[in-house]
């Protein structure tokens, strides 16, 4: 198990290296000067030039890199242009919103697509089966925004239930929930009913079944712990997909969180902001992968050989 975490946050490491090198080297060749923006609009040509010195804009990208690089593994990933804040402490201010939504989103998402999914595979053929197919189609079918914008329609402005934006208070958060949950419940729901079928047609679940074994102990202590692998697998890539999402609906919401942050940071040309996001977002979308690994090796230790 030991040699299996260090293969994995090897993996992760290189990962984020590799994130921080397209990201930043993208960022330099995007329209848009940051010595520029931080002088202001109307700064003559020589302030500029300063700012760009002071910046260290001049020297060559690579070295401008190697400088950045060591700044971040001594945990320091510069100043905003735009609030002249560290961009660490802004990013911590923010992150908390962010995980909250995207994590509950996908954890509400894998228990209740895991639940339906069982449900729609021991009745497969019968009316169960086909409403949650419909529900699923319906679910991968409807974009976010479309989803958030109805759902502000009928219980903000019709029914009064909810607010439109962020109050900071647990209510702000049931709609963006809501919004982000249908397609990864239609996702997962789908996936464990596909996969639970596969199972239940294994002939290790027929002897069982022959011998006068329970079909509710077959399906809780055999099916479902086979059923789980690609459940959890799909997990770590839907979540990278919800904190996609994430930035959408903190927009339409007006959450205070990371993904909202990322826009104006990119409105504004904002550049350590920038960098400083895409690393933090990527590093928690490779500590939730390497999660997923691990939870697979715990199901099926055969996984950790790999």
């Given at each position: ?15 984020l290296?590799?994130?921080?090198v397209?990201?930043?080297?993208m ?5 848009g000067?940051?010595?520029?923006v931080?002088?202001?609009q109307?700064?003559n040509e020589?302030?500029?030039?300063a700012m760009?010195?002071r910046?260290?804009?001049?020297d060559?990208v690579a ?14 990933l510069?100043?905003s242009?735009r ?6 402490d ?12 995207g ?9 209740l697509?895991?639940i339906?999914g069982i449900w729609?595979?021991?009745?497969v053929?019968?009316?169960p ?5 419909l529900?699923a ?8 925004f ?8 009928v219980f ?8 439109v ?10 709609l ?13 729901s789908?996936l464990a009913?596909s ?19 329970s ?7 055999h099916?479902?712990r ?17 904190f ?7 927009t339409?919401f007006?959450?205070p ?5 990322l ?6 040309r904002?550049f350590?902001m920038i960098q ?7 590093f928690v979308?490779?500590?939730?992968n ?5 939870l ?11």
């Amino acid at each position: 198990m030991l040699s299996f975490l260090v293969r994995k946050f090897f993996q992760v490491a290189l990962t984020l290296l590799l994130i921080s090198v397209v990201v930043f080297f993208m960022l330099r060749f995007m329209p848009g000067d940051p010595a520029q923006v931080l002088a202001g609009q109307d700064a003559n040509e020589e302030l500029v030039e300063a700012m760009r010195d002071r910046m260290g804009l001049n020297d060559p990208v690579a070295v401008q890199y190697l400088t950045y690089l060591k700044l971040v593994l001594k945990g320091d990933l510069g100043n905003s242009i735009r609030s002249h804040q560290p961009v660490i402490d802004e990013i911590m201010a923010r992150l908390p919103t962010t995980l909250l939504l995207g994590f509950s989103s996908i954890g509400i998402a894998l228990v209740l697509g895991l639940i339906i999914g069982i449900w729609a595979a021991v009745n497969v053929g019968r009316w169960p089966d086909y409403m949650v197919l419909l529900g699923a189609l319906f679910g991968v079918s409807a974009p976010s925004f479309w989803t958030g914008l109805l759902l502000i329609l009928v219980f903000s402005v019709y029914l009064g239930w909810l607010p439109v934006v962020a109050t900071g208070d647990f209510q702000s958060y049931i709609l963006p929930v809501a919004t982000l949950v249908p397609l990864s419940l239609a996702v997962f729901s789908r996936l464990a009913r596909s996969t639970m079928l596969d199972v239940l047609s294994e002939d290790y679940v027929r002897t069982a079944l022959s011998k006068g074994v329970s079909g509710r102990v077959v399906l809780y202590r055999h099916c479902l712990r086979n059923a789980l692998i690609p459940v959890v697998t799909i997990a770590g890539m839907e979540l990278a997909r919800l904190f996609g999402g994430v930035i959408a609906v903190e927009t339409i919401f007006a959450l205070p969180g990371a993904g909202r942050a990322l826009v104006d940071a990119i409105m504004t040309r904002d550049f350590p902001m920038i960098q400083g996001l895409v690393l933090v977002l990527a590093f928690v979308f490779a500590l939730s992968n390497l999660l997923v690994d691990v939870l697979n090796g715990i199901i099926d230790p055969r996984i950790r050989r790999r």
